[in-house]
């Protein structure tokens, strides 16, 4: 969780708190934040990572105010309207699609504002931006770059600028291999043809986001009255949040908020930022049944608005207006933990379960530790990997027309979730091939198929294990097969049979109680070479679902 200090004069001054240091700690931690210390001149606090809104002294300020009742309700922001556009175009899809822009009038920047500015973009760059892979953010003196803005990609080779701290125009190239800060991100443009860059209409380059801005049309200053601000990303509610948060920000330093057009080549235009608020609405019983206490129509009215919302309650339906910088609210569920904060934990009285039960394992984790426990012990590593993987790749070694692809994905590298578990084990093999071999993994894990459903996706759980060495072939996966089944004390058969995973005569379909489980056999080269495997590897995969559901009916019979 990330660190603020905050300027306690400046706090007490934009919340309206007059509170002694004992009664602010008490309040500040009643909030929902982890307060490390209060002094004379500052405050300390952890603010949690879903409230990325709190980490600037006007957004922490704002939520002190309304949670002390000082201003409650939900805070206005006028959005004045501008001619101000941004083009963004399609050659920007494959490396970072989206943007989302505002442009504020009237700072009046001293050190101390411009400190805190700096301050906001970094904290949100960490937290919120994932290190600026989820969102970038960049910051422009308004006299320096002039409109319309284009963003667009170009070969590395064709950008060419001053980069912040330095005196000399440097190429796309040059800036990730040299410069601090291109350095510190080229993990995130590596291996794309083109970078992005925002270009002004007098073809001066603002910046390549994410990395890093121009000396000449990017660097603010205490003579800076007004700035353009734009968050670049893969998702544009993420990027709309991000806009939301800062425009809000710097209009609680004194600044006037104008809007910016967004005009995509490929798609509908759109204006931010958007500050008008999201409504949910869900029955006061939700409320009832998830915090065990019966309220008053007045007291969730009152304990949303010091959290910041307004509150319509009719016929016991409640309509929560929910401010257009708070990022973490998704789910009734989410407003309904806002109504405990605003309520005050401490007010909430503790009820003894209706219910005593005793807990034991379930059936199906028994099994399935017996099966980690034997195989771990024959010296196989056990892996928990990512559910996502490559679309492509999928289709490639399993000869699938489709999978469960995933919408908006940031890269094309984890774009779809993954129809077999062994093929995460071979990426495991590819993430270790500095390693000595044999190398032997294992894994229990949920793999995912299209189905008719209303999600239109059913998920199971699987076994697969493989081995990768010089010495590895079809015996080896069989001995781990014979020591998983025996240790359920089930037997199987084994008959030939083809599978796009498995080398073609060397392959078979695993028969258990008359019905296929899966399929074991040594490793495709066509699957290996995907993933970059020089080395023969073995093994197989199972339904651990339907074994477990078999042996559990059979046991109750």
Known sequence: ???????????????????????????IAYLGTDLESVDSKEIVVEIFPNRPDMLSE????????????????????????????VNIKKEVKQVRPFTACA??????????????????????????????KKCAIGIYPMEAIKFPIEYTAKKPEDINFIPLGRTKPMNGKQILKEHEKGKEYAHLLIGQKKYPVFIDANNEILSVPPIINSEKTGKITGK?????????????????????MIATALSDMGGKIYSVTLNFEDKKSKITPNLEPEKIIFDKKYVEKNIGKEFTDKEITSSLQKMGY?????????????????SDILHPIDVVEDIMIGYGYNKLEGNNTRVYSTGKESYTEKIKRKIREILAGAGLLETNSLSLMSEENQKRILELKSVVKIANASTTEYNSLRNKIILSLL???KNNKQYEYPQEFFEIGTVFTESIKE?????????????CGDAINFTKARQYLDLVMSSINQDYEVEKAENPV????????????NKTIGYIGELNPKALNVFSIEMPASGFEIDVDHIITQLKKESEE
């Open 427 to 429: 990426q495991t093999l």
């Open 502 to 513: 498995f080398l073609k005569g060397r392959s078979g379909k695993i028969i258990w109680k």
């Open 310 to 326: 307004n509150v319509k309650i009719t016929k016991n339906k409640i309509e929560a207006h929910i401010p257009a910088y708070r």
């Open 455 to 467: 999600t239109k996706v059913t998920e199971s759980n699987s076994l697969a294990v493989v081995s």
């Open 103 to 132: 442009v504020i009038k009237g700072l009046k920047i001293n050190k101390e504002k411009l400190n805190d500015i700096i301050e906001i973009q970094e904290k949100l760059h960490i937290t919120y931006g994932r290190n600026r």
């Open 224 to 244: 800076t009255t007004d700035v353009f601000v734009e968050c670049s990303g893969f998702e544009f509610n993420v990027l709309e949040k991000a806009i939301n």
């Open 58 to 85: 006007e957004g922490f300020s704002r939520a002190l105010s309304s949670f002390l009742e000082n201003k409650t309700g939900l805070k206005k922001y006028s959005v004045k309207k501008s001619n101000c556009v």
């Open 1 to 27: 969780m990330p660190t603020i200090r905050l300027n306690k004069k400046r706090v007490l001054e934009l919340s309206g708190a007059k509170l002694s240091d004992e009664k602010l700690k008490e309040k």
